[in-house]
């Protein structure tokens, strides 16, 4: 069983739409959680990150986490075109490690 | 501030060669952590270098090393290379490493081995 499981999609959606991605993890002992977010022949870039469980918002995106549930969500409200990308969730205890990836294409 | 600088974007070298990579971190960043990205894979953990001592490793044969130099620029070394070493090689850097959630990450470089 990986670490850290993320349905690699691909998941296409219209302009507009509410999108949702999900990680799960294993390890209870991570403490940190991140989503990046990886356009086509760029690295990839911290896009939100949290300690605890809850939720926190950043603009049009929100991060969850359930640690109980060991279960990691993001949310995109109003998703644009320019949001089409890869995104990756990560966890950290002593190192980073990284879901697989979903490929997110937003149809104008 | 200048981002995190990965040379060269792009490298085709035929089986048994060696390669070198090289990574300018972000000024005032001393660690940088490696990643190797495949489609089947997705991105693994190599090694992180921290103040010029490797503090962690990955699980990779010992063909893949790396160094950090005392500006916190770092190379990454494969030997011998195989046709599964094919990838996309990411560097990251941070303030504090492992322990800092927040890494910035290169473009990569594109390895392709023939």
């Known amino acids: 069983q990986k670490e850290v499981e993320q349905d690699p999609g691909p998941l296409s959606v219209p302009e507009g739409a509410i999108v949702s991605l999900n990680c799960t993890y294993s390890?209870?002992?991570?403490?940190?959680f991140m989503w990046y977010r990886q356009y086509s022949r760029k690295g990839p870039e911290l896009l939100m990150y949290?300690?605890?469980?809850g939720n926190k918002e950043d603009g049009r995106f929100t991060a969850q986490v359930d640690k109980s549930s060991k279960y990691i969500s993001l949310f995109i409200r109003d998703s644009q075109p320019s949001d089409s990308a890869t995104y990756l969730c990560a966890v950290n205890f002593n190192d980073m490690r990284f879901g697989a990836g979903t490929r997110l294409t937003v149809k104008p | 501030k200048a981002g995190v600088t990965q040379t060269p974007r792009y490298l085709i070298k035929t089986r048994g060669q060696q390669v070198t990579l090289s990574c300018s971190p972000i000024?005032?960043?001393?660690?940088v952590s490696w990643y190797q990205q495949t489609p089947g894979q997705g991105l693994q953990f190599l090694f992180e270098y921290f103040s010029e001592t490797q503090r962690n490793k990955g699980n990779f044969p010992g063909r893949f090393s790396g160094r950090q130099f005392s500006n916190s620029r770092s190379e990454m070394n494969v030997s011998t290379l195989e046709l599964g070493d094919s990838a996309l090689y990411l560097c990251a850097s941070s303030l504090e490493g492992q322990y800092d959630e927040k890494l910035f990450f290169g473009s990569g470089t594109q390895l392709s081995v023939l």
């Open positions: 390890n209870s002992a991570f403490q940190y």
């Open positions: 949290t300690y605890s469980s």
């Open positions: 000024s005032g960043h001393r660690s």
